[in-house]
């Protein structure tokens, strides 16, 4: 077993990540803002590491290289999402969600991937979404961005094919945890009165892809229907579309 790095590991999703992987036995390096949350997860595993950082800035992301200098699996998970009209979102807000969401996914990745490809060996998975299929009007820089994740990881995982190096990116759709509640998105017709799968379900999910080396993974039925339909729908009615699921309900 190895070290393996997860970003947004203080609750949800990279939680669920997290624990997964140390009952793996891999050496788990935590990293998220708050502290308090993750020394509450790190007291129920074997042998973690610790790194309070905001990634959304260049001197939380180094902080995080500066303490790890090489990893055998990264899983850049952390992100955000903000419901609502672009000009009327918070410029700051809308700014620290592309470089959390896209600059910390490229800055690490960067960090990690030349001495994996080196040794031949190591896993990235950078955490996607439906939303990376197709334009999201009242969550407009949201979607952009996970659309970016996706393409950004498709181009490096087809570059270092054949290096006994994978890169896989995890696109699911809506699923029980706190992003909802942060992106003022729990009222939408996307998300009001749904039966929501599980933050350790999805990790579940994403990991088994990982470990398989997928370059996409959409989990659940209705979730690849979606994906492969925005290849089909014209552009003017997918935006109406996920304009009116985006609305609230």
Known sequence: MGRALVTGASSGLGLELAKLLDAQGHEVVLVARTAAALEEL????????IIAADLATEQGRRAVT??????????????????????????ARSVSMVELNCEAVVSLTRSYLPAMV???????????????????????????????????TEAVAE??????????????????????DAAHAGNTRLIKGRSLPSSAELA????????????????????????????FTPRPLMRRIVRYIQDEA
Do not use: W
């Open 42 to 49: 790190a007291s129920s595993l074997r042998n973690p590491t």
């Open 118 to 152: 080196a040794r031949g060996s190591g896993k990235v998975m950078n955490v996607a979404s439906t939303a990376a299929f197709q334009p999201g009007p009242t969550m407009a820089v949201y979607y952009a961005s996970k659309a970016f994740v996706l393409s950004f």
């Open 204 to 231: 579940r999910a994403g990991l088994a892809a990982m470990d398989r080396g997928d370059v996409v993974h959409v989990p659940g039925l209705s979730n690849k229907v979606t994906a492969v339909s925005s290849r």
């Open 159 to 180: 570059e270092t094919r054949g290096s006994g190096v994978t890169l896989t990116a995890f696109c699911p759709g809506a699923f029980a945890s706190g992003f909802q």
């Open 66 to 91: 500066d303490a790890v200098d090489s990893v055998d699996i990264l899983v850049n998970n952390a992100g955000f999402g903000e419901c609502g009209l672009f000009a009327e979102i918070d410029e």
